[in-house]
């Protein structure tokens, strides 16, 4: 499946975002879908994910409590609702599909999409 994530964008601290992350095709209800983030010089680190099915949800302590996914299964996509900016949230953020057992895991992940930036400025 292909993955088109959007919404990102420059925000004062303190803010808040949107993330879209729109799928070529239906999401398998084995699936889960995820965000993860890369800033400059770290490596991809989880965020959340959702699972398709049941649409039960898992944080990353970085983030619990200030963001928060949701998925539409009749439109395909997933966003993240992403509130209390900090500048240390500023990254490339990736939504991913995928079936795997664990899913703060990158191998866990089948399908990627292209990222979108978040700049949080202090």
């Known amino acids: 499946v292909q993955l088109q994530a959007s919404g990102g964008g420059l925000v004062q601290a303190g803010g808040s975002l949107r993330l879209s992350c729109a799928a070529s095709?239906?999401?398998?209800?084995?699936?889960?879908m995820g965000w993860f983030r890369q800033a400059p010089g770290k490596e991809r680190e989880f965020v959340t994910a959702?699972?398709?099915?049941?649409?039960?949800?898992y944080y990353s302590e970085a983030v619990k409590g200030r963001f928060k996914i949701s998925r539409d299964a009749a439109e395909n996509t997933v966003s993240l609702q992403m509130n209390s900016l900090k500048p240390e949230d500023t990254a490339v953020y990736y939504c991913?599909?995928?079936?795997?057992?664990?899913?703060?895991?990158?191998?866990?992940?089948?399908?990627w999409g292209q990222g979108t930036l978040v700049t949080v400025s202090s």
């Open positions: 991913a599909a995928g079936d795997g057992r664990v899913w703060t895991r990158i191998v866990d992940y089948n399908d």
């Open positions: 959702i699972s398709w099915r049941e649409g039960s949800t």
């Open positions: 095709e239906p999401i398998l209800s084995s699936y889960h």
